[in-house]
């Protein structure tokens, strides 16, 4: 595996390329639920093990792609290499926003939107700050004067709907709030400029389909100040091996001042899985997975749609047992069946659906 990222302009490959480089496992549906690794991404982790078992591992060799990641992913989401921290989770990404709220502030969020985002901020009540939440398609018009920082999913997990992300932006703006968007079911198969917010994170191991315990947080140049780094350790310096010790433990100069210590296992497996999806301009992806999401919708007599997530009331897992039963991997969110589609299904993988379910999801 390279140790600087490629430059995705020069290495643009079509979608039946790209699908070549993943595994084909008929049925396949849960892209929201965790990504399928390429075979680079795979070797890469076999790679590790294999180094760390002979007594070989090189940390400043994995901090170099380590560096890799942060330049891949600025590229994906449209940011500046310096704009991009790492982490390990969406939920410790958050913690560290939460840190820019005011006391007795107000975080707008988003009813029914998943617990990582929201739950670092519902811990601020002892300096008084408020959650309220909305519906996602009245989020825009639920900001106003008392609103701090407003905290969505660019695409709902429970339910696959996809923000107007831009709506909501501008009306936060317009009253001087902040911005987080989480962009975990979205960067990957959904092309998003993540300078149009203050702040974004990402878990890479579902649609990006990198080893989990990879995430990624964008912060907007000039807001390094006004968030902690409440887990800023050896690693959140620009020269980490210089700064290991009490006494010399200076902050990068940008976003990575809030990087964790990398876990080294999945570092060489996130760059082979950005580096991949790199390769392919978004936009293809985006039609493919949700002309296939809707292609499913129509077999089941849902409503077309624009999220590669499709989803329907199941409330006693009737659905989701007879899809089980048929092979398919699918999964069940909040009462709902769920299915995903991403870069590696295909017409069969809807041809499946229709056999196991029919027109009863509808």
């Given at each position: 595996?390279s ?56 940390p ?36 560290v926003v ?8 107000e ?30 398609e ?28 831009a ?18 079911q ?16 990402c ?27 409440l ?6 310096a ?8 009490a ?51 129509s ?45 590696w ?14 027109a009863?999801?509808?």
């Open positions: 595996m140790e600087h990222p490629t430059d995705p302009q020069h290495e643009r490959v079509t979608l039946s390329e790209l699908q070549q480089h993943y595994p084909r496992v008929p049925g396949y549906l849960s892209a929201c639920t965790a990504g399928l690794p390429a075979e680079a991404t795979t070797a890469a982790l076999r790679a590790f093990v294999d180094e760390w078992s002979a007594g070989s591992l090189d400043k060799r994995i901090g170099a792609q380590l560096e890799a990641c942060r330049a891949l992913y600025g590229r994906l989401v449209g940011v500046a290499t310096d704009r991009v921290a790492i982490g390990s989770q969406a939920s410790q990404l958050a913690s939460a840190t820019a709220v005011p006391d007795d502030g975080v707008l969020c988003v009813v029914g939107d998943f617990a990582s985002l929201t739950h670092p901020f519902e811990q601020l009540r002892a300096r008084g700050v408020r959650v309220r939440y909305a519906e996602l009245h989020l825009a018009a639920a900001i106003d004067a008392r609103t701090s920082l407003v905290a969505w999913s660019h695409v709902q997990s429970a339910t696959g709907a996809v923000s107007d992300a709506a909501i932006a501008a009306a936060a703006r317009s009253v001087g709030a902040l911005t987080c968007v989480d962009l975990t979205a960067v990957g198969w959904l092309p998003v400029d993540a300078s149009s917010f203050d702040v974004t994170i878990h890479a191991y579902k649609w990006l389909c990198a080893p989990r315990g990879s995430a990624f947080m964008t912060v907007r140049d000039g807001l390094d100040d006004a968030l902690t780094p887990a800023a350790g050896w690693y959140s620009d020269d980490p091996w210089s700064s290991c010790y006494g010399r433990t200076p902050l990068a100069a940008g976003a990575g001042r809030f990087d964790l210590s990398p876990a080294w296992p999945v570092v060489a497996g996130t760059v082979a899985a950005l580096e991949t999806i790199s390769r392919i301009d978004l936009r293809v992806v985006h039609d493919h997975a949700a002309g296939l999401a809707n292609s499913a919708r077999v089941l007599g849902l409503a077309p749609g624009d999220s590669a997530i499709v989803t329907w009331p199941d409330r006693d897992g009737s659905d989701l047992a007879a899809m089980t039963e048929a092979g398919i991997t699918a999964s069940g969110r909040a009462g709902n069946a769920r299915v995903a589609f991403h870069l299904n295909t017409p069969d993988d809807v041809a499946r659906l229709q056999s196991a379910l029919g009863s999801a509808g």
